[in-house]
């Protein structure tokens, strides 16, 4: 797994000052430190090229292995064309590969990822591995309730039938569905809409399902004990409050479920708390963070997984950190992509964001001064448009 963010991003605090909310209300209310933004360079396709690029960097893998590569998102730069053909053009895949894009809002990604179960547990695979990207950027209406639960970012994860990080459980997943309008984004804007305290309620309702389902489903496994649960991050007190949903149906008393949030929840929520909403990629990045910050105690042990895409789908699953992941881990430099970013001026902040409009109308420029600071850049670029209105990408 590797993850990927913008290269700029926003103090929560600082938001909160504009806003003339207390800090707190963010911070504590919310559970988020800091806002991924991005910028006009920057899209879908570039962040999910990054991680991507770094988890074949760090894993020592190869685009060759690639046998499927499915791409998750809900900010799709186009109608018809999936990011995953932009992605297999950037990092080489191999033509006798599978490509395609696939989307329920949040859930999108791991949509994906159990389609990629399937293949392996077919046998389609044959020796190969699936590239599995989650890629989205989070916008709300400027001054709006959601606006501190923005964020953006990429998590690549690849998948075969010798998990070094995670072994999964095939066909061991509880699942829930519901046509809600909790989170909805119609096709001519680039910032979604919310009914914010419904959407809670929707999240909270699509876990006591999918977990009664797969209590339901597991039988004798469910009795085992699950160390660690990461669930889908919007914000971390969204994640303390499905833990507390989750203690309830296990009957637990409230002093245990605030002393098991701390243990269970809490050493997940430290990368998320920096990126904001992610999206399809909020489960995994929480699993990279739990990964980062206890593999090595965690080996063999068992954890749980839960996803929740608006609209609504959800699914809660299990599985068993390895012995090798503690190592693999250590040799990531996991938070890498934190360090080098730019912090941003709340007014810096609006003119990107007034600017995301004009984005995929923007005709590439082919100044020389252009040329040349795309020659400089080391990380996959977007230029802008071609008069046919191709999107057009740069990569040294
Ligand atoms: P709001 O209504 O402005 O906030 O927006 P609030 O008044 O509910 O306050 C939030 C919390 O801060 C509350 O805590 C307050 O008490 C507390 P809670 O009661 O929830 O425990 N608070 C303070 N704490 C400390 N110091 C203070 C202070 N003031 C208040 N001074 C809302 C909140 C979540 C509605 C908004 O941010 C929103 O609409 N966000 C976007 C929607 C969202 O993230 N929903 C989550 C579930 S749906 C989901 O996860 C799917 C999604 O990822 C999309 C997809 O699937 O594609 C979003």
Not at 76 to 90: E, Q, R, T
Request: glycine residues 8%.
């Amino acid at each position: 797994m590797s993850f990927a963010v913008p290269q700029a991003y926003v103090e929560l605090s600082d938001l909160a000052t504009a806003r003339g909310v207390p800090p707190s209300k963010y911070i504590d209310g919310l559970g988020t430190h800091q806002m991924a933004v991005a910028g006009p360079a920057e899209d879908p396709v570039t962040l999910a090229a990054s991680a991507a690029q770094r988890l074949f960097a760090t894993s020592g893998r190869s685009p060759s292995e690639i046998g499927l590569c499915i791409v998750g998102t809900e900010t799709a730069v186009d109608h018809s064309k999936p990011i995953a053909s932009y992605l297999h053009g950037l990092l080489g895949l191999p033509r006798a590969c599978r490509v395609f894009e696939t989307k329920h809002a949040c859930f999108g990604g791991t949509a994906g990822l159990f389609n990629a179960i399937d293949w392996l547990a077919a046998g389609s695979a044959r020796g190969r591995s699936a590239l599995i990207v989650c890629t989205d950027i989070a916008r709300y209406p400027i001054g709006s309730p959601g606006e501190p639960t923005q964020g953006g970012g990429a998590v690549a994860m690849l998948l075969s039938e010798r998990p070094r990080l995670v072994e999964l459980s095939p066909g061991k997943s509880g699942c829930y569905a519901q046509d809600v309008h909790d989170f909805w984004r119609p096709l001519h804007r680039k910032d979604a809409l919310v009914d914010g305290h419904f959407s809670v309620q929707c999240y909270l309702d699509a876990l006591s399902g999918a977990y009664e389902d797969w209590r339901r489903i597991a039988g004798d496994e469910a009795k085992r004990p699950l160390v660690r649960t990461c669930y889908h991050v919007p914000y971390g007190k969204m994640a303390r409050k499905a833990h507390q949903r989750r203690c309830q149906l296990d009957g637990l008393d409230e002093a245990t479920t605030e002393a098991r949030f701390h243990t269970d929840v809490a050493p997940s929520l430290r990368l998320p708390a920096q990126v904001g909403n992610i999206y399809t990629g909020s489960l995994y990045l929480s699993l990279i963070s739990l990964l980062h910050a206890e593999a090595a105690a965690l080996a063999n042990q068992h954890i749980g997984l839960f996803s929740y895409g608006s609209g609504c789908a959800a699914e809660f699953f299990t599985g068993r950190v390895t012995e090798e992941a503690a190592a693999l881990i250590s040799a990531m430099d996991v938070a890498a992509p934190l360090r080098t970013r730019t912090r941003l001026s709340i007014p810096e902040y609006e003119a990107l964001r007034r600017g995301d409009a004009d984005q995929d109308r923007r005709p590439v420029d082919k100044s020389p001064e252009a040329s040349q600071l795309l020659r400089e850049q080391a990380s996959p670029h977007y230029c802008g448009i071609d008069p046919q209105e191709r999107r057009v990408y740069a990569w040294q």
